[in-house]
């Protein structure tokens, strides 16, 4: 039957097709409005191109095991389908296949079938569970896109690949087990899965795509494996649900927006490895009151901060170069903020508009404290104070004192030649106490893991920075 052949005979009910058709061409039957069951003889062996496209009042059909494949848009827009058996011949299923079939309920595909194409299933709002067999090994771009009565799927361990925005506003699914086999999650992959409340990503995922968890507001907490390396745009987009979160050392980047309205968040752990924070990167995280960020930054992006009312301090390393434009604009409850660059980093436009800068105290190292209060941006800050133990010995692992040695190995720091029983002080560069220890026999011995670069020791009247990497 050529292409074209009954398309848009909207007053066939049914039709008798005889065994000596072998194929049926591209939208043989499409827009057969009143066609609402056929038989297909066994002397067929594929279903071409739009088939039955926009056959809505087909309820059921019967396919021979002689067809090889459903090809693109093949069942597309048929509203009343509820079910439907593919036989083992199959092997693959086209893009739109079954797309905005609403009333299918069921549907089993056998361990013929390799792939699933780009719509699938997309708009198929009456699905609600579905085995994926363990002989397809990738799931097309918005696969199971608005499958809004989905609750449930099994994903088998064969599938190495979830495309594009593959689960996307599938509003009823809670929780989805991802095998170990998948390595990649596609951009918008469970975008608006309003009611996924826990994920567990395996291992063997390297990058999680921009959108990759948008718009999930139930889910609460997430561990992300050490093989992922990046973080796309938006990647935790809107997440307001999203309290806690483990990201492994192995990020080297976020993308911008990418935790954007993470309003329960409460802190987050920016791994050493970062080296800039994108546009909007974490603006509107109401709830986040303290972050610490890593030597490793060297830039914060347009709008990094925005709206962090939460936000009472902050330490800026003095690995950072420029902050971004209205980087921390209207972070209201803004009281201390320490830059430790000697060189204040460039600040773009209303870098710090929308609180009051006359009741935030700003910390900088005492011999840049003028070139604070001249530079653009932090000019405006009428508060300005030197940082606890800048300007002092800026010497690396030596001290005004004669005699006193320091060294530092697997971050155990010992100082030698001191007083018998002469205190001594530790400090971060911010100025913050670390801890004390008493020297014994004119030595001192102080375990600094996880303490920074660079440790000041404060002893008598001298003071020491001590490299501790």
């Known amino acids: 039957m050529g292409i074209f052949c009954f398309s848009c005979c909207p007053g066939i009910t049914?039709?008798?097709?005889?065994?000596?058709?072998?194929?049926?061409?591209?939208?043989?039957?499409?827009?057969?409005?009143?066609?609402t069951s056929i038989d297909i003889p066994s002397t067929v062996t594929s279903l071409s191109i739009s088939c039955f496209y926009g056959c809505?009042?087909?309820?059921?059909?019967?396919?021979?095991?002689?067809?090889?494949?459903?090809?693109?848009v093949c069942f597309y827009g048929c509203s009343k389908l509820t079910s439907i058996t593919i036989p083992s011949s199959v092997t693959s299923l086209g893009d739109y296949c079954f797309a905005d079939c609403s009333s299918l309920t069921s549907i089993d595909i056998p361990s013929s079938v390799t792939s699933l194409g780009n719509y699938c299933f997309d708009h198929c709002s009456g699905l609600t569970s579905l085995t994926i067999p363990s002989s397809v090994t990738s799931l097309g771009d918005r696969c199971f896109s608005s499958c809004s009565g989905l609750t449930s799927i099994i994903i088998s361990s064969s599938v190495k690949y979830l495309g594009n925005f593959c689960f996307s506003y599938c509003p009823r699914l809670i929780s989805i087990t991802i095998p170990s086999s998948v390595t990649f999650l596609g951009d918008g992959c469970f975008e608006s899965c309003s009611k996924l409340a826990s994920i567990c990503i395996p291992s063997s995922v390297t990058s999680l795509g921009n959108s990759c968890f948008s718009d999930c507001p139930r889910l609460t907490s997430i561990t992300i494996p050490s093989s992922v390396t990046s973080l796309g745009y938006g990647c935790f987009y809107n997440c307001s649900g999203l309290t806690s979160i483990t990201i492994p050392s192995?990020?080297?980047?976020?993308?911008?927006?990418?935790?954007?309205?993470c309003s329960g968040l409460t802190s987050i752990d920016i791994p050493s490895a970062v080296t800039s924070l994108g546009e909007d990167c974490l603006a509107e995280c109401s709830g986040?009151?303290?972050?610490?960020?890593?030597?490793?930054?060297?830039?914060?992006?347009?709008?990094?901060?925005?709206?962090?009312?939460?936000?009472?301090?902050?330490?800026?390393?003095?690995?950072?170069?420029?902050?971004?434009?209205?980087?921390f604009t209207y972070c209201f409850n803004l009281t201390s903020i320490s830059?430790?660059?000697?060189?204040?980093?460039?600040?773009?436009?209303?870098?710090?508009?929308?609180?009051?800068?006359?009741?935030?105290?700003?910390?900088?190292?005492?011999?840049?404290?003028?070139?604070?209060?001249t530079a653009y941006g932090w000019n405006i800050f009428s508060n300005i104070y030197a940082i606890e133990g800048s300007g002092e010995n800026t010497h690396i692992n030596s001290a005004s004192t004669t005699g006193i040695v320091a060294t530092c190995n697997n971050g155990v720091i010992t100082i030698s030649g001191l007083n018998s029983q002469e205190n001594v002080r530790f400090y971060s560069l911010s100025g913050k106490q670390l801890g004390s220890v008493t020297a014994v026999?004119?030595?001192?011995?102080?375990?600094?893991?996880?303490?920074?670069?660079?440790?000041?020791?404060?002893?008598?009247?001298?003071?020491?920075?001590?490299?501790?990497?």
Do not use: H, R, W
């Open 14 to 35: 049914s039709i008798n097709i005889p065994s000596s058709v072998t194929s049926l061409g591209n939208y043989c039957f499409s827009g057969c409005l009143g066609l």
């Open 56 to 72: 809505s009042g087909l309820t059921s059909i019967n396919i021979p095991s002689s067809v090889k494949s459903l090809e693109d």
């Open 250 to 261: 192995s990020v080297t980047s976020f993308g911008d927006y990418c935790f954007y309205n």
């Open 288 to 327: 986040l009151t303290s972050i610490t960020i890593p030597s490793s930054v060297t830039s914060l992006g347009n709008e990094c901060f925005e709206s962090c009312s939460g936000l009472t301090s902050i330490n800026i390393p003095a690995s950072i170069k420029s902050l971004g434009e209205y980087c």
């Open 339 to 373: 830059c430790n660059a000697t060189i204040p980093p460039e600040c773009m436009t209303y870098c710090f508009a929308g609180f009051n800068s006359s009741l935030c105290k700003l910390y900088v190292p005492q011999e840049s404290i003028d070139k604070y209060k």
């Open 441 to 469: 026999d004119g030595t001192a011995t102080y375990a600094g893991n996880g303490t920074g670069d660079i440790v000041i020791a404060k002893f008598g009247g001298s003071s020491i920075k001590i490299a501790t990497k």
